[in-house]
């Protein structure tokens, strides 16, 4: 992939994706992403949908991302269990790599987006001991859906 800015790599994630999540706890987990930007473009707003160990994908988590012309800032995730994440990233390199923290317990991840190409982008999440050791968590592959882009329905919704 030739390099991009983060605007470009915003535009890019727009759209809705489907993969699979390969993490310790779980060896294939179906797993969904719907991006849009949202408030006048200076956020991006993800739903991202996971099927635990069921067989329907269920909305577990909303983020906004802050989007500027200096590139990625803070961003701020609610979770369906109630908890809430907060961060920051950074963007170089045409990776995405947002530090993510819980908000009133113990816990720091990395989470690295890169494009493989247009329509597949890769997502590791790596926890953060203390010490600063980086032990890897998941791995997901994620494609553009375009049956769904397509059909004009939006997975997860009830209207």
Known sequence: MTAKSFREFCALLVGDWVGHRVST???????????????????????????????????????????????????????????????????????????????????????RLRFLDDDTYEQDVAELSPDGVSTPESHALMKRDRATRAAGARPGSSD
């Open 25 to 111: 706890s779980s060896e294939q987990e179906a797993v969904r992403s719907e991006w849009q930007l949202a408030l006048g473009g200076n956020f991006l707003q993800e739903h991202w949908h996971t099927a635990g160990s069921g067989p329907t994908l269920q909305l577990t988590a909303e983020a906004f991302f802050r989007v500027s012309e200096s590139g990625p800032g803070d961003f701020v995730g609610v979770y369906r269990s109630g908890k809430i994440a907060f961060g920051e990233s950074t963007f170089d390199d045409s990776q995405w790599i947002l530090t993510h923290r819980w908000l009133r317990e113990p816990g720091i991840a990395t989470i």
